[in-house]
């Protein structure tokens, strides 16, 4: 059974930073790309960053330089660095995993930023 957790969400003030965790189960997670995504309300789930089976990263040109998305095979574990956080980055955070054909997504991470 394949589970992915998140974790790490929450209120912060604008500028602030916050570290989001996505444990999996029950995949091979070396060999998963991961991604995070997000969704706002009212808003289409959007990619905010990815990352392959090796280092290679991509994100969404609205959080370059804020953003940081990192893996830790030893812990089955995604995790995405937020630093200067607007109000425009409030949504709920989803983490999805892609092995092959096949997409997994956790249950999502409430981030509200307050202006």
């Known amino acids: 059974q394949v589970k992915l957790v998140e974790s790490g969400g929450g209120l912060v003030q604008a500028g602030g930073s916050l570290r989001l965790s996505c444990e999996a189960s029950g995949i091979m997670f070396s060999v998963a790309a991961m991604a995070w995504y997000r969704q706002a309300p009212g808003k289409r789930r959007e990619m905010v960053a990815e990352i392959n089976s090796g280092t290679s990263t991509n994100y969404a040109d609205s959080v370059k330089g804020r953003f940081t998305i990192s893996r830790d095979d030893a812990k089955n574990t995604v995790y995405l660095r937020m630093n200067s956080l607007k109000p425009e980055d409030t949504a709920v955070y989803f983490c999805?995993?892609?092995?092959?054909?096949?997409?997994?997504w956790g249950q999502g991470t409430q981030v509200t930023v307050s202006s």
């Open positions: 999805k995993a892609s092995i092959m054909v096949r997409e997994y």
